[in-house]
């Protein structure tokens, strides 16, 4: 067996903070970490700025906060242009933000090989994501043994098989001397998984995992997601435009426009009950599960519209610090140029499930 890992070094002065992964199995790291209570990831006011023509920037996140915890999954939701890809591609350390912080375990300044270890990635397109050329025992052999988890030999055999095993790919042998042209889309997918697994990361980033998938086999991964989240305690950020599958694979939900979050919280309060006008338009836009024909098609002409509607915003400039979905906004005041403050939503109990809406109609003006 490989020796354990040492603890996290620290070193380096980087802005996107973070830090390794915890070892293999369930032991003294994760522990601590529970005990402690220390998120598991940490994104603190996280701003991501693209340069464009005579010196301009476009802002394509906006002071963005939040937290994973082990055992959990936070859903970001948001239509094309939302910034969901941005907030990934940070989190991932393939751009580096304009400002603030992300903490991995509590640690803000950690080296960059560490910090990969314990944060990966699954990708959108399954065909895109795994070279054609290589067998799927190479695509899981290399993150082994760029880790140490596996040395040469029957020890890198035996993690593979074991890797494949977990997520339901039999037999082991078979599928691993098999390329990606001779998978179905949805196996694919999980040799992606797997490989994302071989490092034991603390946080998994699922960028949108089942839209690229035939309908009939979405249900299996994201379950299949689930399980694994579970039993691995993984800290899970799903991204998504899909508001069903958010509502019912994610304890919380995160909604975003045009780099903003507008509305958070517990999963079904947000669906259920939304606030934000945006996310008003996004459920009503979406099917329900006993849906009619009709219904289904009345939908789906919403959504055309609103996407035509969006790209012509995309041409606007929305200026100062304000609400940028006022432009579509049916209920748009002067007071939305201003940034508002985060509103407090109860349930209909009274309680406060940590529902929560930027919106104007729901702070007061300002003082």
């Not at 050329?133 to 880790?147: D, G, M, Q």
């Not at 435009?241 to 019912?248: E, K, N, Q, V, Y």
């Not at 289904?296 to 609103?306: D, G, H, I, K, T």
């Not at 007071?335 to 499930?353: F, H, L, M, N, Y």
């Amino acid at each position: 067996m490989p020796p354990p890992r040492p603890g996290l070094p620290c070193t380096g002065n980087v802005r996107t903070g973070p830090a390794g992964g915890p070892p293999r199995s369930v032991g003294r790291f994760r522990t601590e970490r529970r005990i402690h209570d220390v998120s598991a990831l940490e994104v603190s006011d996280l701003t991501i700025d693209y340069a464009q023509a005579r010196g301009k920037h476009f802002r394509a996140v906006d002071s963005l906060s939040f937290s994973l915890q082990a055992g959990r999954t936070l859903a970001l939701v948001g239509e094309s242009g939302s910034g969901k890809s941005s907030v990934l591609k940070a989190l991932s350390r393939l751009v580096t933000p304009s400002g603030g912080t992300i903490r991995l375990d509590g640690r803000d300044r950690v080296r960059a090989k560490d910090y990969r270890r314990a944060v990966q990635m699954v990708f959108q397109d399954p065909f895109a994501s795994l070279n054609p050329s290589h067998t799927v025992e190479h695509h899981l052999r290399r993150p082994l043994l760029a880790t140490g988890y596996a040395r040469r030999g029957e020890q890198v055999r035996t993690a593979v098989a074991d890797l494949l095993g977990q997520v339901n790919l039999t037999p082991a042998a078979d599928v691993a001397r098999k390329r990606p042209h001779e998978l179905s889309g949805g196996q694919r997918q999980r040799v992606a998984i797997a490989r994302a697994l071989a490092p034991e990361p603390s946080v998994l980033l699922a960028d949108e995992p089942v839209s690229m998938l035939d309908v009939s086999i979405r249900l299996e991964i994201l379950n299949l997601l689930n399980r694994l989240k579970e039993d691995r305690r993984l800290a899970l950020l799903y991204v998504t435009h899909d508001l069903a599958t958010a509502r019912h694979f994610s304890s919380e939900i995160m909604v975003m426009y045009r780099g903003q979050v507008v509305e958070r919280g517990p999963s079904d309060e947000v669906i259920l009950n939304p606030r934000h006008p945006y996310t008003q338009v996004l459920a009503a836009a979406a099917p329900s599960t006993g849906a009619t024909r009709e219904q289904v098609r009345e939908a789906r002409l919403a959504r055309q519209a609103a996407r035509a509607q969006r790209d012509a915003e995309r041409r606007e400039v929305v200026v100062g610090d304000g609400c940028r979905f006022r432009p579509r906004c049916p209920f748009a005041m002067d007071v939305c140029a201003e940034r508002p403050r985060e509103a407090v939503i109860p349930a209909a109990s009274g309680a406060d499930t940590g529902h929560r809406a930027m919106c104007w109609l729901h702070t007061g003006t300002p003082k």
